[in-house]
């Protein structure tokens, strides 16, 4: 609704009075009740239970408290000026329209949020939200459209922008300006004039901005005189993706961003580009990926993990489960493809949630995947590919798997333990047979010893012996020998000569 007079902003307002007295009239009678329930809780304040009007009940609200925003449309022009959350039932049905201000909602406070609201303009000419001088503010899961800029931070840092639709503004999405630090996420930035996202002065540095789809904007990112800030995990496709007069960092932990204008391929079936993608003459995404990255939240116990996915594909309706009976830990998908080609994924999965071992299936059953080399003791990443056909793509880590290939692993860690066993005893067993041999060697040797050591004792004796006949015969020798020279040494002193005298004596 649009209001082009001052005249018809009077009827409106006068209308609107009538109409919330009469809802005020009829509803007397289901006040007592909310009014004990808020009662219960004095940090929540309803609107309109409590307060009809949205900045009455900031008004009268503690810090720290809440503003409960029942579905409606509120016409009104907010300033949030101390840390109070302000939450709407439901993004698509509670509705704040400004009528008269240049901003649907200023915050000049820090420590304060807004979420799940439609933030609307009622002219081009005024901003959705604007954060000046704040910082630990969050805007989240609200959509903001059709103003003049969509979101702006000035002047402010640590502040979290994450899941919200900011669309159909006439001059930027979002709009950072001597701002450091801040985290913007999740976020769907689509057809905003002038820019998606414009980040401005020297100081605006060291922002992170990951996990948007920034599309259908005259020009995706806008960095004038910003450096130092971290852009991964975006999905970029508009006519112009980047204007930068600044280095910035354009990939992070080996992934980087999504361009619809990027032309490399993938050899190596990992979901990266082979080269790089030239964002101008000074910024390069080292890692541009091949598909587009979608982020899921997966609450399981008192913790919320993160699941990515990259793919050509597109991905929505992921879930999460726990087998009853079997205790597997499971993650479904939709992979729809209108294009009719083939459709691949990188899946990161954190290992708390689920751990190896993995079972792909699509919809037809097992389909066979590669655990690259990026995976951690944090992180496990998955590649596979499956038909072009739309398919519903499940992940299954399983216990009953993982005690099979346990029992698997140490049934084949013992069969060859026995292996080995089985050839040590064979060497032992030739060992001994080798042995034997060398002993049957060795008893022939002694006994061929043997019998050369009898027959040179045989030898010796036949030896011995005659050498003790000659000794004897040398000996009887050697007697006669005496003996007869004895003998005749006798002979010749005492016998006689031809004249009776002894021989060898004179008269």
Request: hydrophobic share 35%; proline share 3%.
């Amino acid at each position: 609704m649009h209001i082009q007079t001052k005249k018809g902003r009077i009827r409106l307002k006068k209308t609107l009075i009538v109409l919330l007295t009469i809802s005020t009239l009829l509803s007397m009678s289901s006040l007592a009740r909310w009014r004990t329930f808020a009662m219960a809780n004095p940090n929540v304040i309803y609107v309109p239970t409590d307060f009809p009007k949205i900045q009455d009940a900031i008004n009268n609200a503690t810090v720290g408290a809440t503003v409960f925003v029942h579905s409606g449309t509120y016409y009104e022009d907010i300033i949030l000026n101390k840390s109070v959350s302000l939450v709407g039932e439901n993004r698509d049905s509670t509705v704040i329209y400004s009528v008269f201000a240049q901003y649907v909602i200023t915050i000049p406070a820090s420590d304060a949020s807004v979420s799940s609201f439609t933030i609307k303009n009622s002219n081009s000419a005024s901003d959705g939200i604007i954060i000046s001088s704040g910082h630990n503010i969050t805007i989240c899961n609200d959509t903001i459209r059709d103003g003049h800029d969509g979101l702006i931070a000035y002047t402010s840092f640590g502040n979290h922008v994450s899941g919200n639709i900011i669309m159909n503004n006439s001059d930027f999405g979002i709009y950072l300006a001597f701002s450091s630090s801040n985290v913007i996420s999740d976020n769907t930035i689509s057809n905003n004039k002038v820019s998606g996202l414009e980040l401005a002065s020297s100081s605006t540095t060291n922002n992170v901005i990951s996990g948007n789809t920034i599309s259908n904007n005259s020009v995706g990112v806008s960095l004038v005189v910003s450096h130092d800030n971290l852009f991964y995990h975006n999905n970029f496709a508009n006519p112009t993706q980047v204007t930068s007069d600044s280095n910035n960092t354009w990939n992070y932990n080996g992934e980087g961003n999504h361009w619809s204008s990027y032309t490399g391929s993938d050899s190596n079936g990992d979901g990266i580009g082979d080269t790089p993608h030239n964002i101008d003459a000074t910024d390069i995404d080292m890692y541009p990926l091949m598909g587009t990255f979608h982020d899921f939240q997966i609450p399981s116990g008192n913790v919320t993990y993160q699941v990515f996915v990259i793919s050509n594909s597109t991905v929505d309706g992921l879930t999460y489960e726990v087998g009853l009976e079997t205790g597997n830990r499971i993650v479904h998908f939709e992979a729809r493809d209108q294009n009719a080609t083939a459709g691949f994924c990188r899946l990161m999965i954190p290992t708390e949630l689920m751990n190896l071992p993995y079972i792909i299936l699509d919809s037809e059953g097992e389909i066979a995947f590669t655990l690259l080399k990026s995976s951690n003791e944090t992180n496990s990443y998955l590649y596979f590919t499956y038909p072009s056909t739309n398919q519903t793509i499940t992940a299954i880590s399983s216990k009953t798997l993982q005690l099979y290939l346990q029992l698997s692993a140490n049934q084949t860690a013992l069969l060859g333990y026995l292996g080995s066993l089985n050839s040590t005893y064979l060497g032992l067993l030739s060992n001994y047979t080798n042995l034997l041999d060398f002993f049957d060697q060795l008893q022939s040797s002694y006994l061929a010893l043997n019998a050369s050591y009898q027959q040179h004792l045989s030898t010796d004796s036949e030896t011995t012996q005659n050498l003790q006949n000659l000794i004897y015969i040398f000996a009887a020798t050697t007697v006669i020998f005496l003996m007869t020279t004895v003998y005749l040494s006798r002979r010749g002193y005492t016998g006689p000569n031809k004249e009776g005298m002894p021989e060898g004596k004179s008269h």
